[in-house]
C-alpha cells in the first residue's frame, strides 16, 4: 500500500514559516483521507488538518489561522504551509493516510504513517 515520506521540516525563528511535504508513492487508490499530525516533546499527536479526496479540508480549531493543507496529485504530494511560526510548533509533524471515508482528526483513524519531519522554532 501507500508509503509516507515527510519532508521540509527544520529549524526556523517564530514568525516564519514553512512548508511541509508528504510525497505519497506505492499503491494510492485506497486512500480516501490524508492527515497531517503533530507530537511535541512529552504530549501526545495531535490533529492538524486533514483533506479527503474532494479536496474538502477540516482543521483543528486553534491552528486554522495558521495551517493550511493542500495536495498536489499530479505530484502526490500532500502540503502543510505553516506560517507566524511559534515556539510551542516545535514538533515532530507526521503525514498520514487513512483508508475510512471518516476524515477526522483522531490519529487512531489513520492506517499509514511517515517517519516524521522535525520542526524547531526558537
Known amino acids: 500500500h501507500v508509503q509516507l515520506v515527510e519532508s521540509g521540516g527544520g529549524s526556523v525563528q517564530a514568525g516564519g514559516s514553512l512548508r511541509l511535504s508528504c510525497a505519497a508513492r506505492?499503491?494510492?487508490?485506497?486512500?480516501?483521507?490524508m492527515g497531517w499530525f503533530r507530537r511535541p516533546p512529552g504530549k501526545e499527536r495531535e490533529g492538524i488538518a486533514v483533506?479527503?479526496?474532494?479536496?474538502?479540508?477540516a482543521y483543528a480549531e486553534s491552528l486554522k489561522d495558521r495551517f493550511t493543507i493542500s495536495v498536489d496529485n499530479a505530484k502526490n504530494t500532500l502540503y502543510l504551509r505553516i506560517n507566524s511560526l511559534k515556539p510551542e510548533d516545535s514538533a515532530t509533524y507526521y503525514c498520514a493516510a487513512g483508508f475510512s471515508r471518516f476524515c477526522g482528526l483522531s490519529a487512531a483513524a489513520y492506517d499509514v504513517w511517515g517517519r516524521g519531519t522535525q520542526v524547531t522554532v526558537s
Open positions: 483533506i479527503d479526496n474532494d479536496g474538502d479540508t
Open positions: 506505492g499503491y494510492t487508490y485506497d486512500t480516501y483521507c
